[in-house]
């Protein structure tokens, strides 16, 4: 089956610009998760969808970070306006969501490496 | 706060050598783990999982341990090769909490031909 689609692969951009990333979760994913992966750190969660409503976004920077996953598979994350702080991996990773072992497995994109100059 | 850590940060093997990785969970709720394998540019790969109610779960050339009474868990991997060197994260969560995964800071691993 297809992984979970990330785009794009790589983006430089300058302090105070924006970006946004895309992502494409495996088919029939419920479940949608957005991570930051700073160099050398485990990924932190940024936010959770369960098909087109948030879960959690507790840990999101809400004054510059925003996630939309308006028809519950495809979503966007955007940073606006971007810090130096913000440069790290994006990642984006999907599961079924419906309860059970097999279902709870998170599958990871290649995700997207920001850097802000 | 709760964390998930490594006890090594970077660890050396020779080819065929078993390797051990370790990681420390401090919740002790968490009662489902997985062990990830990132290689360079790429995503976090599913390596093996393993729920509380068990203390051993093996797979393919890699076995997972889990000690509740210390909260501790090891991965390891059986007569390792060059495509095993990558970092490896543990991640823990606790059940019927929304699938949030917390993952630890990674061990790197670098297998020697």
């Known amino acids: 089956e297809a992984g979970v689609a990330q785009s794009p692969r790589y983006k430089i951009i300058e302090k105070r610009q924006s970006v946004a990333f895309w992502c494409n979760p495996i088919?029939?994913?419920?479940?949608l998760y957005w991570y930051q992966q700073i160099l050398g750190q485990g990924p932190k969660l940024l936010i959770q969808?369960?098909?087109?409503?948030?879960?959690?976004d507790s840990q999101l920077p809400k004054d510059r970070f925003s996630a939309e996953r308006l028809k519950g598979v495809d979503s966007t994350l955007k940073i606006q306006p971007a810090k130096l702080e913000d440069s790290a991996v994006y990642l984006c990773?999907?599961?079924?969501?419906?309860?059970?072992?097999?279902?709870?497995?998170?599958?990871f994109g290649s995700g997207t490496q920001l850097s802000v100059l | 706060g709760e964390s998930v850590g490594l006890h090594l940060p970077t660890l050396s093997v020779q080819e065929g050598d078993n390797s051990i990785i370790n990681c420390a969970y401090s919740?002790?709720?968490?009662?489902?783990f997985i062990w990830y394998k990132q290689e360079s540019g790429k995503g976090p790969q599913f390596i093996i999982d393993?729920?509380?109610?068990?203390d051993k779960r093996q797979g393919q050339r890699v076995t997972v341990l889990l000690n509740k009474t210390v909260k501790h868990l090891s991965l390891q991997i059986a007569a390792t090769q060059p495509g095993d060197s990558a970092v490896y994260f543990c991640?823990?969560?606790?059940?019927?909490?929304?699938?949030?995964?917390?993952f630890g800071t990674g061990t790197s691993l670098t297998v020697i031909p």
């Open positions: 969808f369960q098909n087109n409503g948030v879960v959690d």
């Open positions: 088919s029939g994913h419920a479940t």
């Open positions: 393993i729920r509380s109610n068990m």
């Open positions: 919740n002790s709720a968490s009662d489902y």
């Open positions: 991640a823990e969560k606790k059940m019927n909490t929304g699938n949030q995964f917390y």
């Open positions: 990773a999907s599961s079924l969501g419906r309860g059970g072992t097999k279902n709870e497995k998170l599958f």
